[in-house]
């Protein structure tokens, strides 16, 4: 019942900027951690960003500084907010949230179906 869905992605050329949304519907009592992950051609997929009910944030050291993670948690949405992006910021992107759904089984890690970047030189 509960899904993900992200958006913003895009082509964007380097220094420049795109914000990424996720959110999240269905049956949601809770939503503790959300975050960012990504996932290059030939690479393992690395954390980004996470982001908790209350805001606190912890970011990957390659994107400290550029990046923003935030949430409404009104709207049961997280943003990423990228900017002085460069060439090895290219993956797909994909939005995390470990939530509280109705039934014990219904509740654990969903995971949204990625968004694209690329950063050309």
């Known amino acids: 019942q509960v899904q993900l869905v992200e958006s913003g992605g895009g082509l964007v050329q380097a220094g420049g900027s795109l914000t990424l949304s996720c959110a999240a519907s269905?049956?949601?009592?809770?939503?503790?951690?959300m975050g960012w992950y990504r996932q290059a051609p030939g690479k393992e997929r690395e954390l980004v960003a996470t982001?908790?009910?209350?805001?606190?944030?912890d970011y990957a050291g390659s994107v400290k500084g550029r990046f923003t993670i935030s949430r409404d948690n009104a709207k049961n949405t997280v943003y990423l907010q990228m900017n002085s992006l460069k060439p090895e910021d290219t993956a797909l992107y994909y939005c995390?949230?470990?939530?509280?759904?109705?039934?014990?089984?219904?509740?654990?890690?969903?995971w949204g179906q990625g968004t694209q970047v690329t950063v050309s030189s």
């Open positions: 982001i908790t009910r209350v805001g606190s944030a």
């Open positions: 995390n949230a470990d939530l509280i759904s109705e039934g014990w089984g219904n509740s654990g890690d969903y």
């Open positions: 269905g049956t949601i009592i809770d939503i503790s951690v």
